[in-house]
């Protein structure tokens, strides 16, 4: 675990700390021809190799540092101005996903209890049911209550908030049952009600107050049923 944590160090100094904005400006711009490309990769390479602080890692790290750039490359030649955003989260997951590869490699671990294949196709689909399916059942359930300002749209609210709000509580309170951590969830629902009580006392809209309670009830009461639900196939599986 140690050396994980190490590594993401290594990780975070190389991607953020000591990777300046004229570095990535320059990358973007001329993609493999740039020279702050090579520098960043020998610097992940390098870092990695002393954070680890054994001579037995580096041609781990020197895989650390190839794949980084094979990562950043695929990163620079696919994103777009449109997909900049979900290019740098996968960019992101994917230089993880290497950190613990390495990790498991390189101390001969065997893979996780998460990562078995029984356990990782419930954890995935319990995920998925909990974002876009969840948030189109729930508009599809509640539609037939929706008050004329919600339907008019007519608020300042960012484009999608919403749906990306509820998307982030049910995975939050989905944390939450599988590592037993239930009080956080009435923590959750408080402090989303603080939040909303403002903007609700504002609108002086009831229907609006009481479509916003639906909404939350149905969202984190199908969190907890997908919570206690994968608690229960992962005993038996």
């Given amino acids: 675990m140690i050396l994980f944590v190490k590594l993401l160090l290594a990780h975070l100094l190389g991607d953020f700390i000591w990777q300046p904005g004229s570095w990535v400006t320059d990358k973007e711009t001329k993609k493999h021809k740039s020279i702050y ?132 509580e049910r995975l939050f309170v989905f944390g939450f049952i599988l590592t037993n951590h239930f009080e956080a969830i009435g923590f959750l629902l408080a402090a989303k009600s603080i939040f909303r009580f403002g903007d609700l006392k504002e609108a002086k809209d009831r229907k609006l107050t009481e479509y916003v309670l639906i909404g939350t009830l149905i969202s984190f009461g199908i969190a907890i049923l997908a919570g206690l639900l994968v608690q229960m196939l992962l005993q038996l599986s």
């Avoid at 955003?85 to 998460?114: M, S």
């Fill in 37 to 168: 490309l090579y520098i960043h990769i020998i610097l992940h390479g390098i870092l990695a190799a002393i954070l680890a602080g054994e001579i037995r890692f580096i041609p781990y790290a020197i895989l650390i540092a190839v794949t980084h750039g094979i990562i950043d490359l695929i990163k620079l030649n696919f994103q777009k101005k449109k997909n900049k955003r979900t290019w740098f989260v996968v960019d992101q997951i994917a230089h993880i996903l290497v950190l613990i590869g390495v990790v498991l490699l390189y101390e001969n671990k065997n893979i996780p209890p998460f990562w078995q294949e029984n356990v990782f196709w419930i954890y995935l689909t319990g995920i998925l049911l909990l974002t876009k399916p969840t948030s189109i059942f729930i508009k599809t359930i509640i539609s037939i209550w929706a008050p004329e300002s919600k339907l008019n749209n007519q608020d300042n609210s960012l484009v999608a908030a919403g749906n990306y709000i509820g998307i982030l």
